[in-house]
């Protein structure tokens, strides 16, 4: 089965005796059981949920692990996965990570070690050493940096070190890290995989069952799964993941090049892939202006969503990272994001173009509005 | 609209929807009420009670519009629905309805068992042929419905001269868009009063919500329309339209990807022995592709076929699919194989089913998002088996 098959028919209950189409939404708390003393495949949904259940073993075979199990937010499934490393174990994370991640990240109690997942000549047996687990995105947000992460595990194996990557930029249609030796996958759902912003939600994709086994009864412990209409909006997004990022990639290849001819832009950052690009015009009032001029682009934070978003990730999304850090990362202060979404891309060309052109200053000329 | 701009695909994904004004919510939310607290008497919002009108709804109304250059738009529960408004809001007992003879079996039944005992004459014409329809109005009508492509044989009606003849004879010209939607086909622009959804099929299409729309540029044909939704009750629910409007955002993707697909699953099919006659509007052979390159911009999800060993064969192929869904609907993300005569068409009555080119032995194929290699395989593989099976029971002789 090709992946656009997979989408499709990965979605469809197989259990469901009347053979619906759309799958069947269990939105019950509890489940009978057959007899006193034995617990039949489902008994409440904090532990398992039939609906949820399909969307995690869809993920599960999009990214290729074991087993999935799906979160109210993606922050909750970032929280699951660093709780793996238990109370002042050292971990090593990326420089580059989303606030919210950040923000988590200080109020744990671990022994924090950045490491530079970009640049493989700064790795040495010291930097792995007695490390519990390794955490990063790629590509990073919203800096756009990758990492290569078929080196990265060869030396994240060789120390027992957990490698632990947020995929939620590209999703699986575009990038599989468990198969480049990832062990755990991180996706916020609410973005790329359920695609339409109507939900959030979180996963955690795991390539092993001695992995998924201890998480799962976490999950169970702490009841952080994701609620079962959620789980069956999601199914119903990922329907059309391909359509959709085949799509908003290719827009995202034509604003790019836009933005590389246009005069007010000093340095565009993309990677060629995915939905989302940065760039940046060398002055802060300035990126403001043209975020504030928009029309079709809403201000506002996520990705992968149908319509698209215009952001200044460091009063925004990056806001919760601490100013230190974000000197350290060197987050530009005038860079804007950019979430690109289902429009026509000349549509989003011409409302860029009449943002970044108005004169410094100066609201943009008024548009015709009805 | 917030913005000045008209592209299809912008619109799918913002008309009707600007943020929420109170909360700057990206999507408009589930208004999911009965009624509405009235400010005073006589003042309201516009809102008073969900069957009338329902925030939601009007906003899936407003993008349906959108989509079609239309002002209004009316969204009712189910696509059957939006006929039963449309006739009841434009035809009264002692005049005429002229129908095409190739139509959804569900307006067939409607016409036949529900509308002309109360005294209104149903005429059934081939639209498909445009001698026919200008010899059926002759005689004076209040409505012409046409469905173009025609479900099940795909065959096509001259929307630009159904609505000259329409209009000729004093009729409102009715165009059920539902096969191709107003991603791929535009009857308003063609000379069409009204267009008639099913927004079940590929509008909605994820094959999770039933729904109706329709869209008219005529402002007293809009009033009358919400007006008989208002009184039997047939308006759209407030969960089913959200599902709809996420739903629309992706309309301009599916349609395309699924016409592209559906030309390759037909070009296969063509190309195979078993296969006797294939139709889609994007096939070099198809009898009407002069007209389809006019009025159409692809060919659309659905291809009709027939195989060689007519009934018995087709009913193995259908038997023995397994990636494609032996299902009814048509423009899900899911490739479905139906077969019309005795499942979405049982209810013509055969002299019809016969006359309109709803053979037995006809099958009908939506095609979905799959990779369309796999779907041709599926059928591969499967008219493989069923040729197999009917040649060791000695039905087939060729």
């Known amino acids: ?370 | 609209m917030l913005f000045e701009t008209t592209s299809f695909r912008t619109q799918c994904v913002h008309a009707g929807t600007p943020p929420d004004p109170t909360t700057g919510s990206i999507l408009t939310p589930i208004h999911q009420t009965t009624t509405f607290v009235q400010e005073a008497v006589g003042k309201d919002r516009g809102f008073t009670y969900s069957r009338a009108a329902n925030p939601t709804v009007a906003a899936l109304e407003a993008r349906l519009a959108a989509l079609e250059d239309a002002p209004h738009a009316v969204a009712t529960r189910t696509g059957m629905a939006a006929v039963t408004t449309l006739v009841l809001a434009t035809v009264s007992a002692g005049e005429r309805i002229v129908c095409g003879r190739t139509v959804y079996g569900g307006t067939v039944r409607f016409l036949h068992e529900l509308i002309a005992p109360f005294g209104v004459q149903v005429d059934f014409v081939d639209a498909g042929d445009n001698a026919a329809l200008a010899e059926a109005l002759v005689e004076p009508a209040r409505l012409v419905l046409v469905e173009s492509p025609a479900n099940p044989t795909l065959e096509l009606c001259d929307l630009r001269r159904g609505a000259e003849l329409a209009h000729a004879a004093g009729a409102l010209f009715a165009v059920d868009n539902t096969v191709l939607t107003p991603a791929l086909q535009r009857p308003l622009d063609l000379g069409a009063d009204v267009s008639v959804l099913s927004t079940t099929k590929l509008i909605e299409g994820h094959d999770a919500t039933l729904g109706g729309a329709l869209v008219t540029r005529d402002e007293d044909l809009d009033r009358r329309l919400r007006r008989v939704v208002k009184t039997i009750g047939c308006s759209q629910a407030p969960f089913d339209a959200w599902l709809t409007l996420r739903g629309i955002t992706t309309l301009p993707l599916r349609a395309k990807q699924q016409s592209d697909n559906a030309r390759t699953v037909a070009r296969f099919l063509e190309g195979h022995p078993a296969v006797a006659r294939v139709a889609h509007p994007d096939l070099e052979s198809f009898p009407q592709r002069t007209l389809a390159v006019q009025q159409q911009s692809a060919g659309g999800p659905l291809i009709a076929f027939e195989l060689e060993g007519g009934l018995g064969a087709g009913t193995e192929l259908m038997n023995r699919v397994r990636l494609c869904s032996l299902a009814e609907n048509l423009g899900a993300a899911e490739t479905l194989i139906t077969h019309p005569a005795s499942m979405t068409h049982a209810d013509v009555p055969p002299a019809q089913r016969e006359a309109a080119g709803i053979t037995n032995g006809l099958v009908r194929l939506s095609v979905g998002l799959e990779d369309p290699q796999d779907v041709i395989r599926d059928l591969r593989e499967a008219l493989t088996v069923a040729e197999a099976a009917l040649t060791s029971s000695g039905e087939v002789t060729r």
């Not at chain 1, 795991?206 to 169970?220: C, G, I, T």
């Not at chain 1, 060398?282 to 996520?302: H, K, P």
Request: charged share 20%; hydrophobic share 40%; aromatic share 6%.
């Open chain 1, 1 to 370: 089965m090709r992946p656009a098959t997979r989408l499709i028919r990965g979605t469809r209950c197989g259990h469901d005796p009347y053979r619906a189409t759309a799958p069947p939404l269990y939105q019950t708390a509890t489940f009978a059981q057959a007899t006193a003393t034995g617990f039949d495949a489902y008994d409440y949904s904090r532990t398992d949920n039939p609906t949820r259940r399909l969307v995690e073993d869809e993920l599960a075979s999009l990214e290729g692990g074991h087993g999935a199990l799906a979160y109210s937010s993606g922050m909750a499934a970032v929280a699951a996965a660093l709780r793996l490393a238990p109370t002042g174990a050292r971990v090593l994370v990326a420089q580059d990570l989303y606030g919210g991640t950040e923000r988590l990240l200080d109020r744990l109690d671990l022994e924090v070690a950045r490491i530079d997942t970009t640049d493989p000549a700064s790795w040495t047996d010291a930097v792995f050493e007695g490390a519990h687990l390794c955490y990063l995105e790629t590509p990073s947000n919203p800096l756009l940096e990758t990492t290569d992460l078929r080196a990265l595990a060869r030396w994240t194996r060789r120390h027992g070190v957990v490698l632990v990557v947020d995929n939620t930029m590209l999703s699986p249609w575009l990038q599989r890290p468990l198969e480049l030796g990832a062990d755990l996958v991180v996706q916020s759902c609410t973005k790329h995989l359920a695609g339409h912003g109507d939900l959030t939600a979180g996963a955690l994709i795991a390539k092993e069952r001695a992995l998924y086994e201890p998480l799962a009864f976490q999950r169970n412990a702490e009841g952080t799964a994701l609620a079962p209409f959620d789980a069956w909006l999601l199914s119903r997004g990922l329907k059309t993941l391909g359509v959709r990022l085949e799509r908003a990639q290719d827009t995202a290849r034509q604003l790019v090049k836009f933005l590389r001819g246009h005069p007010a832009v000093t340095r565009v950052r993309d990677v060629g892939m995915g939905s989302v690009l940065a760039f940046e015009t060398g002055d802060v009032a300035r990126s403001q202006q043209v975020v504030e001029g928009t029309e079709l682009f809403s201000i506002a934070v996520s990705f992968g969503g149908v319509a698209s978003s215009i952001s200044l990730p460091c009063v925004m999304s990056h806001a919760s990272v601490p100013a230190a850090r974000r000197s350290a990362v060197q987050l530009p202060p005038d860079l804007v994001r950019i979430a690109v979404g289902l429009e026509d891309p000349g549509d989003l060309i011409a409302d860029l173009d009449r943002a970044l052109s108005a004169p410094r200053g100066q609201p943009r000329p008024a548009t015709a509005s009805a």
